[in-house]
């Protein structure tokens, strides 16, 4: 079965603190990778989509990486801020699945002041 | 752009009863999407369409229908609600997902309470 993991489920970190999180897929064969990012009460917003042909993509204090051959990606947030707390998701296309996303289930980020 | 809208954001529901939820994008996307996100269980896809007049079931597709008459409007149909359908509703567009504009775009969400 085509996965996606995020791990952790929650974390906590001071304002200013450069973060990383985590995405794991079972499946190599993924045509992009897209994060995204969800407020409370709020629809999902696209934060950066990574094509299966690249390594990383950069938006600001964001940067995404993907590595299909060990089935990672990682959200890099720098110089973080309380604005950054959300959800964050990452979801994938699967081979086979081309037309539909598999999602994580998010990692919760808390900026504290 | 008003991007992806959906009416209505909120509704409650007794058991038994029926209703339509409405998206609609101004996108021009052919791609359009029905998820359900509940607590613990992420996002999971309902019903999806690859274009006007398409439709296919996804994961969960069980108590719900779709229609896409036109391009830029997808309605999810619940005949007889029951209360496990208590949930927030998204609905999503995008150009194909393999295409370099392959975004997912998400629409504010309708939450859905059935007694």
């Known amino acids: 079965k085509q996965e996606v993991t995020q791990i952790p489920a929650a974390l906590s970190v001071p304002e200013g603190e450069n973060l990383v999180l985590n995405c794991s897929f079972t499946d190599s064969a993924i045509y992009n990778l897209q994060w995204f990012r969800q407020d409370p009460g709020k629809g999902l917003t696209s934060l950066l989509l990574i094509q299966s042909s690249q390594r990383e993509q950069t938006s600001g204090r964001l940067n995404a990486s993907l590595d299909k051959s060990s089935g990672r990606s990682t959200l890099y947030i720098a110089a973080s801020q309380p604005g950054d707390s959300a959800t964050y998701l990452c979801?994938?296309?699967?081979?086979?699945?081309?037309?539909?996303?598999?999602f994580g289930t998010g990692t919760r980020l808390q900026v504290t002041l | 752009n008003a991007g992806v809208t959906q009416t209505p954001k909120f509704r409650v529901l007794k058991t038994g009863q029926s209703m339509t939820l409405l998206c609609a994008q101004d996108?021009?996307?052919?791609?359009m999407y029905w998820y359900r996100q509940d607590p613990g269980m992420g996002l999971r896809l309902i019903h999806y369409s690859v274009g006007e007049g398409t439709t296919a079931k996804g994961e969960v597709p069980d108590g719900y229908n779709v229609s896409r008459l036109k391009k830029q409007n997808f309605l999810l149909g619940l005949e007889s609600a029951a209360p496990s359908q208590t949930s927030v509703y998204f609905c999503?567009?995008?150009?194909?997902?393999?295409?370099?504009?392959?975004?997912?775009?998400f629409g504010p969400g309708t939450r859905l309470t059935v007694l």
């Open positions: 996108m021009n996307h052919e791609y």
């Open positions: 979801a994938a296309p699967f081979t086979g699945t081309a037309s539909k996303l598999t």
């Open positions: 999503a567009s995008s150009y194909s997902l393999r295409s370099r504009g392959g975004s997912l775009f």
